[in-house]
């Protein structure tokens, strides 16, 4: 993301341009396409959790890409399923993974707490796609947990499901200046679906697999 305010004409060519060449190759071809999206197209003033009917105002290069690449696919007038999603993990370089890592390589662990996101489990999001392209769906949707945390809360809960007791110091986002900006409310909802599983509980199943 933050590669993406040094690099924006890769960014707008990869987050924006191409998935509008995928999408005319499926209109073309007769076929469906499901697009993922991100949180990041909204700036996070919202106190409540974004729905699908919420005007978009990203605040960073990579989301201004990735907001162009949302027009672009549904310009095209394919047959689009366009999902938004957030906090994606499940990988081994996903955000409990690399924290878990630095714990047990006794690192000190600060991690920001007044960014807010859905933790959502890869796996889950997958099957909820697989659920949404089956029965049909078009258009924007949000899948993502049910339940929002900070980043620092996330991070408590890795720790815990693995048993390590290393200590999470809270920060602002100043702590850490980076150089895209991103969203302190980073929280979506749905009106055209339903919540997944709370994400602590998804959490629980990621971390019985790396015991």
């Known amino acids: 993301m933050d590669l993406a305010e040094k690099e924006r004409t890769l960014a707008?060519?990869?987050?924006?341009?191409?998935?509008?060449?995928?999408?005319?190759?499926?209109?073309?071809?007769?076929?469906?396409?499901?697009?993922?999206?991100?949180?990041?197209?909204?700036?996070?003033?919202?106190?409540?959790?974004?729905?699908?009917?919420?005007?978009?105002?990203p605040i960073s290069v990579y989301g201004r890409s990735k907001l162009e690449g949302e027009r672009r696919v549904l310009e095209t007038g394919a047959q689009v399923l366009l999902i938004r999603t957030a906090a994606v993990f499940g990988g081994p370089r996903s955000f409990p993974q690399r924290i878990v890592d630095r714990a047990r390589s006794g690192e000190k662990l600060r991690v920001v707490s007044d960014q807010r996101v859905n933790p959502t489990y890869a796996k889950d999001l997958a099957a909820a796609a697989v659920e949404l392209v089956e029965g049909g769906t078009a258009g924007i949707v949000h899948v993502v947990a049910e339940g929002c945390a900070g980043w620092d809360d996330f991070a408590r809960a890795a720790l815990e499901e693995l048993g390590l007791s290393e200590p999470v110091e809270s920060v602002r986002s100043g702590a850490y200046p980076s150089a895209a900006q991103r969203p302190l409310n980073g929280c979506?909802?749905?009106?055209?679906?339903?919540?997944?599983?709370?994400?602590?509980?998804?959490?629980?199943?990621?971390a019985l697999g790396l015991k």
């Open 188 to 206: 979506l909802a749905t009106t055209r679906y339903r919540a997944l599983r709370p994400w602590r509980e998804a959490l629980h199943e990621w």
């Open 12 to 57: 707008r060519a990869v987050n924006g341009e191409g998935p509008g060449i995928v999408a005319a190759a499926c209109r073309r071809h007769g076929a469906a396409l499901v697009h993922f999206s991100t949180n990041f197209v909204f700036d996070g003033a919202h106190h409540e959790p974004y729905i699908e009917a919420d005007e978009a105002s």
